[in-house]
């Protein structure tokens, strides 16, 4: 399994036999996608820094299906489908079950070629300052994003998370590490890959140096468009 970081919460996992590609917003570079594959587009919702229509522009030249968060407006097409939190879907040899947000959309659950990958989208603990989120209640946040995680444990209890990648978002403060962290303590990822950081590479490694001895690779990387491990 070879994962490649595109840009903010874009990333590639190369299977043998499939290419699964999330939240990819930029324009990806020829050689990370292969003809005669199929290759898996996830969108986790229709925020700017997740969703980009230009993704539809590889259907032409590759073989493409579209998994789609449906808060995103239907483009139509046999090969774009839909789904709401809390979902399941399934083609030939892949699973796929969604879970919430604690913004729009949902976050993916995605079992295939015996890995099992999770992508979080907008799901983080949004622990923001109040003085300049007044509107954020604290309380809240916390209280629905640990209800989320809770869900999730219980429903993917069974299948040891391979790779997840979860926001780490320098805007929070002091907070940024709050979503990781609880993630890696309480469903024990083998990795755990930073996203949603806005080109502040810093806060990858400042995790990584927390979570030591936690169990969980936290691999570092420092641009976009590169190839992070192979697992």
């Known amino acids: 399994m070879k994962i490649i970081y595109l840009h903010h919460s ?12 999330f939240d990819a917003i930029t324009n990806i570079p020829p050689h990370f996608l292969r003809k005669g594959r199929k290759n898996y587009f996830f969108v986790t919702h229709s925020h700017q820094d997740h969703f980009s229509q230009k993704i539809l ?7 493409t299906t579209y998994i789609f968060s449906d808060d995103i407006p239907e483009k139509g097409g046999r090969n774009i489908h839909y789904m709401a939190p809390y979902q399941k879907m399934s083609f030939p040899g892949i699973e796929i ?5 604690t913004d729009l959309g949902v976050s993916f659950f995605v079992q295939a070629e015996g890995k099992n990958i999770f992508h979080s989208g907008d799901l983080n603990w949004w622990d923001w300052d109040t003085e300049s989120h007044p509107n954020i209640n604290p309380e809240v946040e916390e209280r629905d994003f640990k209800a989320v995680i809770q869900k999730i444990k219980e429903q993917t209890s069974k299948h040891k998370m391979d790779v997840a990648f979860v926001p780490v978002d320098s805007r929070l403060g002091g907070s940024a590490y709050r979503a990781a962290e609880y993630f890696i303590d309480r469903l024990h990822p083998k990795v755990l890959i930073p996203m949603h950081f806005w080109e502040d590479f810093s806060v990858i490694r400042t995790l990584a140096n927390r979570e030591t001895g936690s169990g969980t690779e936290i691999p570092l990387f420092d641009d976009r468009n590169v190839v992070i491990g192979n697992y």
């Open 10 to 21: 874009g990333f590639i996992v190369e299977l043998e036999r499939m290419t699964l590609i």
């Open 97 to 101: 079950e969604t879970f919430g947000s």
């Open 57 to 63: 522009s590889y259907g032409s030249d590759y073989d």
